[in-house]
């Protein structure tokens, strides 16, 4: 028995297909070591031997060759010299006791041929009895996938040979990693290899050495073509190839171990039949899916021989997928090899080809495939998209199946059934929303109904005073429709109205964000009370939209507009001043629309508010409210701000202008707009015109923005003497609503915070301190709190 190191330099001798490498092999491996050296031949000699008839195991009497120093002295034949009609042109392979030359044929053709010859001196009665086996066994071949035998014959030395098929291609796997078939392209090629096996098998000849390196592989017309070859250790069934007798030993191990079928290792020629190459085919398979053979090499090179054949006769090898996933260093190279990706490998292999294979390597051969046409017709359903043999039929594996297999129409029909369900889906879907939609809309209404009456109703308590009464409605309004504008606006108005400025500020802002129209009158007043309660954001906002509106159509006088612009000190001077200053300018140029001295006030609060939102700024002054001043004398001094001295209101009842101010009105604010323009000589004439109009009740207005003219223009004293008429006139009228705020009407909110804001700029500025009037501010909205039930912070600004 050979020892371990004479097997494992055997094994990895075999895989030397090339003789020089082969010999170097042995070279290294043997070193200086004679006997080793001849024992491992010996074995070589063994596994090329040809098959049935040659089952004797090296170093039998019938084994020596008859002529030894002839075999020693090299072979008779060399490269150039003739064999018949062939003349020999290379020697591309050696084995135990044969030589294989590339040969050409001179006549009848010329071509190119392979020609096998038993070696010089090996010429025993068993080695011509074996050579003449295998020649007879390639003879009866007649398939494209088996390397055709064109000749035979016998030398002038009695030396048979035979001429066959030139194959020059690679060993199966090598040339299928080489061009990286898939493994679809592999299992294509692999139903060529069992169709040449199951011919072979047909002719009553097992192979009994399928290996790769017997598997040769070439292009024809750029088509990979395999070509069975080799049977050298071929065994006949039932019948025999040669008249020459040869007689089977037993415990002689034929064949290659990775690819040995369980009954071969028993090392007994007599029970091994085809389903012995139906294994060593599902060896070969296994290592075209999965880079691998079953066992690993390294184990078999490093094991005896008895350990080897247990090996192969009582282990189960694992499924090619569950191998591959144990090659981690090699993995991603297997699968660039199959043009495939790594995860997608694995899952190709499991399932029905992991089962494929499974049957083929069964350890009892009564349960593996009963021929290699039938391994065949497996692989050809599983790429077809049929159910295998190899598993058992479950109804569920059968339909994935046939899935596969009608996999046009399955896809289409399972498009076609999607789309349906996802466009039911959708339908029901798209019902579902619409009905919620509606249901969503119907409430609005219902609730935009009710918010409407609410805030109607909340206007009439607060035209009547009854301000507590209209809190609570506006709160009601509110809690049905929080995104809805119209009820925090009305809301805001009323706060404005009785001075509780920055609930008033909070409210506004909120119904700005949630798209309410600045175009509605009761924004009058709005921007100076933002800036004066720090909401920077909100005015910043309302500025833009003002601007906009403003320049849609410049020509036309807008002054209410104007006026929440120019109340800003935030104006670029030279880039919008001056432009504004100009269009006020041009305005002023034009005759006035009415009475002269009619002054700004407040929207009316007649009746309920448009909600359309159309109404705008036109008929935004209700004059009917206040006096016509023409031709009255100038209000006492000491007259409370509300109580005011004229005619009964026009018979009309409202008296509207589109945008516009009295004259008077006018004045001022084009003054503000020189201001911002830093026109400071023209701010301080219109002033002072305004000013000494004795008709116009709200000079208190003036007396700040003519002290930041005079601090301008470097003339202090006038400017600090303004400043302080500006505190004097502003706190009088804060102490006169004090005493009684229910009385103070809705004619003072918005020209009461601009005074305020513009006085704490000039303070800001001149003196660099806020305004003194935060006591008289707070003192008022105390008094205004106690107009509603509702807890109200008493320290907000």
Known sequence: MPNPTERAIFL????????????????????????????????LAAHEQPAALLDHPIGSDQCRPAFPNQFAGGPLEHIGSHIGPYKLMEQI???????????????????????????????????IARFESERQAVAMMNHPNIAQVFDAGETSDHRPYFVMELVRGLPITKFCDKKQMSVRERLNLMIDVCSAVHHAHQKGVIHRDIKPSNVMVTLHDSKPVAKVIDFGVAKAIGQRLTEKTVYTRFHSMIGTPLYMSPEQAE?????????????SLGVLLYELLAGKTPFDRDRLDSCGLDEMRRIIREEEPPRPSTRLSTQNKTLSTIADQRRIDLHRLASTLRG???????????????????????????????????????????????????????????????LVGCTMIIGTAASLWQMSKAIQARQELEQFAENLTHASILVASGQTHADAGRWNEAAQHYDAAVAIQPTYFLPRVQRAQLYARIHLWPEAANDYKIALDTGASISQPQWLGVPALFLYTGHDDAFAQL?????HQLLENAEEPKWSLLRGLVVSDRIDAARNGQFLAKLAQSWLSKPPPGPPHRFDGPPSFDGPPSFDGETGFDGMFNFDRLPSLEGTPSPAPNARRGQRDGPPPDPSGVVRRQHQLPRVM?????????????????????????????????????????????????????AKRSLELSGESIREVLNEICEQPQESGPVLWNDLIEALQLHDEASRTILGTPSQLQPNVIQLRNASINLITRPIDRQSK
């Open 12 to 43: 990895q001798a075999i895989d030397e297909d090339n003789l020089d490498d082969r010999l170097a092999y042995l070279d290294s491996a043997c070193g200086g070591d004679a006997s080793l050296r001849a024992s491992v031949e010996a074995l």
């Open 543 to 547: 500025f833009e939209q003002y601007e």
């Open 352 to 414: 029905d080809l992991d089962w494929i294979v499974m049957k083929s390597l069964e350890k009892d051969r009564s349960r593996r495939y009963d021929s290699a046409a039938s391994l065949a017709d497996d692989i050809r359903r599983y790429l077809d998209g049929e159910p295998i043999v190899a598993r058992p039929p479950s109804t569920l594996y059968q339909f994935q199946r046939f899935a596969r297999r009608h996999r046009v129409a399955f896809i289409t029909a399972a």
């Open 666 to 718: 006018c004045n001022y604010v084009a003054a503000l707009a020189h201001l911002r323009a830093e026109n400071f000589d023209s701010a301080i004439s219109l002033l002072d015109e305004t000013r000494a109009d004795a008709h116009w009740p709200d000079r208190y207005l003036v007396h700040a923005p003519l002290a930041l003219a005079h601090y301008q223009n470097d003339e202090s004293e006038q």
């Open 93 to 127: 392979g050696e084995g135990g006791f044969g030589l294989v030359f590339v040969a050409e044929q001179e006549q009848p053709v010329r071509r190119r041929v392979a020609l096998k010859i038993v070696k010089p001196g090996a010429a025993s009665k068993e080695v």
């Open 267 to 279: 090392m007994s020629g007599l029970d091994v039949d085809t389903r012995s190459d139906i294994y």
